[in-house]
């Protein structure tokens, strides 16, 4: 059984930042890939970034030159650095992971973060 656990959450001023953390666990191997999608109330779920296991990062439009991800040399810990933040990230965060050498995805619970003054 595989494990994704978010952390790192919660209320901030436009301006402010936040950083996330995930972990995996469990019965996990071959992971390809290790990312951030985000879904707003009413909107569909987005990647925000992602890693893949050989370092190659990508991130969504909106938050390129703000967000950063990165993750622990284990590679099973990855997180997302979010400066500048605007109401308009306000989100449940998911933290996603391709393992089994890619046949597998798990999906964490998710973590609120709200901008708001």
């Known amino acids: 059984q595989v494990h994704v656990v978010e952390s790192g959450g919660g209320l901030v001023q436009p301006g402010g930042s936040l950083r996330l953390s995930c972990v995996a666990s469990?019965?996990?191997?071959?992971?390809?890939?290790m990312g951030w999608y985000r879904q707003a109330p009413g909107k569909e779920r987005e990647l925000v970034a992602r890693m893949t296991s050989g370092g190659t990062t990508n991130y969504a439009d909106s938050v390129k030159g703000r967000f950063t991800i990165s993750r622990d040399n284990d590679k099973t810990t990855v997180y997302l650095q979010m400066n500048s933040l605007k109401p308009e990230d306000t989100a449940v965060y998911y933290c996603n992971v391709v393992h089994a050498l890619g046949v597998a995805t798990a999906w964490g619970r998710g973590t609120q973060v709200t901008v708001s003054s």
């Open positions: 469990g019965s996990i191997f071959g992971i390809r890939a």
